[in-house]
């Protein structure tokens, strides 16, 4: 079936690919599964109803075997138009809640830059 990971990303064209190979020279994976909202960082953050984000989240982990989630911010995101230590606040504190229900997995926060690089903000080991 192949090695997963589960990305959780903005739903700006510009953050796609990098992250994507960005993943994929660093952790041994096969698919990416990729979850999308405007602002991501910022929904899964402040919102309270994610019940959509989670089932797909449950699909990629229970049925795609996935073993490892991927948090993403970016700069200059439209959906999302705060500042870069406010994302960062909402990435650490969107992984976290995600831990609360994947415990057992690997969950990373990624930050994506002007210069469109990725940063680890912080990962939390399975
Ligand atoms: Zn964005």
Redesign the pocket.
């Known amino acids: 079936m192949g090695v997963r990971a589960t990305c959780l990303n903005?739903?700006?064209g510009r953050?796609q690919l990098p992250v994507l190979h960005w993943i994929k020279e660093n952790y041994r994976v096969d698919f990416v599964d990729v979850i999308t909202e405007?602002?991501?960082d910022g929904v899964l953050s402040n919102q309270d109803n994610i019940t959509e984000i989670l089932r797909s989240i449950a699909i990629s982990v229970d049925v795609n075997k996935s073993t490892r989630l991927f948090v993403v911010g970016?700069y200059?995101?439209?959906?999302?138009s705060v500042e870069e230590s406010v994302h960062r606040q909402q990435i650490r504190h969107a992984v976290s809640r995600l831990k609360g229900y994947w415990s057992g997995h690997e969950i990373v926060g990624l930050w994506v830059n002007k210069s469109w690089a990725v940063e680890v903000v912080l990962q939390e080991l399975a």
């Not at 200059?76 to 999302?80: T, V």
Request: aromatic letters at 0%; charged letters at 25%; one cysteine or more.
């Open positions: 903005c739903m700006d953050v405007a602002g991501m970016h200059d995101c439209r959906g999302n």
